[in-house]
Each structure stands twice: as C-alpha cells, then as structure tokens.
C-alpha cells in the first residue's frame, strides 16, 4: 500500500511538470501583463471621428467604421458588436494630418515569470475594408535580442471579395480583404494562433504591431493577446525525473 503511494506520486510530479502551462494576457481591460510602447502615441490623433490608433469601447469617439451600430439603427460597416462592451485596440486610417508613414505599437512580455521553451501566441483579430496591397499590418515577434521574426503575416488578397456579415445579418461584399494565409480577417472577431520558440531561454518576448493604413473604408481592430507556455519536458528529462523520484523511494524505504 505504501509503495502504491509512492509510485502514485511520481506519476503526481511527472503530470505537474508535463502540464506546467501558464499564460500571460494583455487584454486592454484588467489583465495588463506586457508593457506598451508606441512609435506614435496612442488615442492621440486629431480627426477622432475618422482615424483611430489606440485603446477603445464602443462607446468613445472614435470611427463608426469600426463600430457595428446595425442593430440600433441602418450601418454597413462594422467590427465591434453590441456584446462586445470591453476596450479593443482600433484602427483607422494612419495615413492622415498626424503621421504619414507606418507606426508601430509593441508589447512586451516578462518572461521570467512563464519559462519555456516554447509559446504560443494568441491575438484575436477583425478588420472590414476595401484594402489595397499597399496596406501594412505586419506582427513580428522578438525573444530578447534575438532578429526579430513574423509572428502573423497579413496581405491583402486583391484577387478575391468577401461578404461582412454584421450583427443585424446584414451582409456587405467588398473586394481586397485581409487575409492570413487563405483565412480572411473578418468582421466577427476570430482568435489566431501560433506557435514560437526562442534560440535559448528568453526573458522576455515582445510583439510588435507595424501599419500603415490610407482610407476610411479600412478598419482594423485587436484584442486580448496571450502568450502561453507550452512548455515540455524532452523525454529524456523525463527519465531522470522518473529516475530521481525512483531512488528518492528507494533511500525512503
Ligand atoms: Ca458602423
Ligand atoms: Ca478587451
Ligand atoms: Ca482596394
Ligand atoms: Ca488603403
């Protein structure tokens, strides 16, 4: 009965160490883990009715584009719902009497306290507009000092359309959506994932938003970044474990 104890816990300690996951989350309301900075300051353009670049809800000063208003009343254009009450990242046309040339926005993470060798990265993302392939919405991502890397590559795919579907099922075709791969950035909000790996053991990761976006009909909005570790022990640590616990009950009994 004692051994069976004993063999129960190394199978405790190997499952905490498989299952180590953690996460750290910036999603602009209560979780704030990274910290910010930005080439040109946030909610700080002139024309707050047509160009945004910073931190929103729904009810600020701020391009409808961006704001699904369908179900209030007639709107065609729109990527935050009525539900969707919480701050979001915004924007709307960059290319304006403020700045004229791409910004960036970064998110730095402290890793010290989400080991890993591995992560993966979340950030739920929604965009409406008639893009054109000179837009820029490019994430990358740098562990450290290490050569910054693609974290999400966007394009614009000018050789398709896509059907926005708003909240009152209202639906709006325009052509030259942003697409990752072969999955258009929609109107309703989607969560896209990858995932990355430092060299060597990072302390910490940031991840960087470059844009550069001309026109009123082009709305792009972010939320809730997370950076989880995934974070397995290799076999062969395993093994040691296992081994380590082994003779741990061995020098007991
Ligand atoms: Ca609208
Ligand atoms: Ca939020
Ligand atoms: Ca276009
Ligand atoms: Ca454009």
Request: glycine content about 6%; some cysteine.
């Amino acid at each position: 009965m004692r051994r069976l104890n004993h063999y129960g816990a190394i199978l405790l300690t190997l499952s905490v160490c498989t299952i180590s996951h953690g996460a750290l989350v910036h999603d602009f309301d209560s979780q704030l883990d990274a910290t910010v900075s930005a080439t040109f300051p946030l909610n700080a353009f002139t024309d707050k009715a047509k160009t945004a670049w910073g931190v929103y809800d729904r009810t600020d000063l701020l391009p409808e584009k961006l704001i699904d208003e369908s179900l209030a009343g007639a709107d065609s254009f729109g990527i935050i719902q009525s539900q969707d009450t919480d701050n979001f990242f915004g924007i709307v046309d960059t290319y304006n009497d403020d700045v004229k040339g791409t910004i960036e926005v970064s998110f730095t993470f402290d890793l010290t306290v989400l080991p890993g060798s591995a992560y993966d990265v979340s950030i739920d993302m929604g965009a409406m507009g008639d893009f054109e392939a000179g837009d820029i919405f490019k994430w990358d991502y740098q562990f450290d000092q290490e050569p910054a890397q693609r974290l999400f590559d966007i394009t614009t795919n000018t050789a398709i359309s896509h059907t926005y579907i708003l909240e009152d099922n209202t639906s709006v075709s325009l052509v030259d959506p942003l697409v990752i791969g072969t999955q258009v950035i929609d109107n309703q909000i989607k969560t896209f994932s990858t995932e990355i790996s430092p060299v060597s053991t990072a302390s910490s990761l940031t991840i960087t938003l470059t844009t550069d976006t001309n026109g009123a009909l082009e709305a792009f909005a972010f939320d809730n970044i997370v950076v989880e570790s995934v974070h397995m022990p290799e076999p062969a640590s395993l093994i040691l474990l296992g081994l380590g616990g082994i003779a741990l009950i061995s020098r007991r009994c």
